[in-house]
């Protein structure tokens, strides 16, 4: 437990000081509309977009990920990250600009049931109401209608 800790306030100070490919992405899946997580801890890896939306990670790699070893370690967290159901795309600091997203906004949107398997949050519903984090049961909750008086 004290390493998952660890991991989050890792996490937290990474959010801090984005590298520049980095602050170009974010703004670039914020025009696409994609929601996301930045520098989420996920597992035993902090990934630096998880769009639970999509069920999806953008990795933005660094000159360091050319190495060698480092490119075994990315093989090995892939595959780690992939057995949690999430697709990982990958693009270098300097591709961050021109990276290809139309991958991403075409895939489906992720099932509840998914997001919480990844989340650690399986069944369980959470909406925003007045700032307040509500518990719902593990039906969605009900679409809304909106009915003209005539």
Known sequence: ?????????YAKRMRVNPTGGELVMMGRLKMAGLRYK????????????YLFQKNAIVEVDGEYHDDPEQTKKDVRRRKYLMAMGCM??????EEAGTFDL???????D?????IGR????????????KNKRVKMSETPPPQLVTVQAS
Not at 88 to 93: D, E, G, I, Y
Not at 118 to 129: E, L, N, P
Request: charged fraction near 25%; aromatic fraction near 12%.
């Open 118 to 129: 990844i989340s650690g949050r399986a069944g369980s519903w959470r909406i925003k109401r």
């Open 102 to 108: 139309a991958p991403i906004v075409a895939l489906p």
């Open 1 to 9: 437990m004290a390493d998952k800790w660890k991991l989050k306030q």
């Open 88 to 93: 990982v795309f990958r693009c270098s600091n």
């Open 38 to 49: 930045f520098q989420k801890a996920m597992g035993i890896y902090i990934v630096d977009f």
């Open 110 to 114: 992720a099932t509840p049931q998914e």
